[in-house]
T-cell receptor
Framework: DTEVTQTPKHLVMGMTNKKSLKCEQH?????MYWYKQKAKKPPELMFV???????INESVPSRFSPECPNSSLLNLHLHALQPEDSALYLC?????????????FGSGTRLTVV | GENVEQHPSTLSVQEGDSAVIKCTYS??????FPWYKQELGKGPQLIID?????GEKKDQRIAVTLNKTAKHFSLHITETQPEDSAVYFC???????????????FGQGTILTVHP
């Protein structure tokens, strides 16, 4: 298995809702990442998990809460989002946190906040 | 921090022509340079990468060149096909290996359109 799987593919949520995005990989990668991508822009790093511990938080608002239950799973919990948070949320993984062997991206979750 | 500039922002070619996309980076410590292809509604897909100890790398119709002195690298696609149409992103990273953290910095992207 050489894929990063993200669910759901699409999500519409109200500003008072709580929802979660899920990411899964079975490549034995020890680093996992959340990126946010707005239309016609490059991905922007949000969080880095290394060996299941949060290593980097790129000053992301607290309404985004990451969680890494085990080495294969990464969640992003969403609460009280704003319409401007609508974007494609990408999960990625790498064999080691240094990214020496490259990064594998999932297909993303298209989030719309109404 | 690292800054990556990518040109052109849009590129239109006829099927069978070659396409070249260029990127420059600012941090001389960067040592890993991947290129990603992103189709509509999908995540970025790695198409080729190069490390700083190599000047050129080829994979069938795709090649990447790196000039460390000038701090620029380029993607070359030959014999383009309509299915090559997508957004292409270059990126740069400092990969120290082990537990050191690498961080991908992306260019702004190039929309490539290949006309039949």
């Amino acid at each position: 298995d050489t894929e990063v799987t993200q669910t759901p593919k699409h999500l519409v949520m109200g500003m008072t809702n709580k929802k979660s995005l899920k990411c899964e990989q079975h490549m034995g990668h020890r680093a996992m990442y959340w990126y946010k991508q707005k239309a016609k822009k490059p991905p922007e790093l949000m969080f880095v998990y290394s060996y299941e511990k949060l290593s980097i938080n790129e000053s992301v608002p607290s309404r985004f809460s990451p969680e890494c239950p085990n080495s294969s799973l990464l969640n992003l919990h969403l609460h009280a989002l704003q319409p401007e948070d609508s974007a494609l949320y990408l999960c990625a993984s790498s064999q080691d946190p240094g990214g020496e062997y490259g990064y594998t991206f999932g297909s993303g979750t298209r989030l719309t906040v109404v | 921090g690292e800054n990556v500039e990518q040109h052109p922002s849009t590129l239109s070619v006829q099927e069978g022509d070659s396409a070249v996309i260029k990127c420059t980076y600012s941090d001389s410590a960067s040592n890993y340079f991947p290129w990603y292809k992103q189709e509509l509604g999908k995540g970025p897909q790695l198409i080729i990468d190069i490390r700083s100890n190599v000047g050129e790398k080829k994979d069938q119709r795709i090649a990447v060149t790196l000039n460390k002195t000038a701090k620029h690298f380029s993607l070359h696609i030959t014999e383009t096909q309509p299915e090559d149409s997508a957004v292409y992103f270059c990126a740069a990273s400092i990969n120290a290996g082990g537990t050191s953290y690498g961080k991908l910095t992306f260019g702004q992207g190039t929309i490539l359109t290949v006309h039949p």
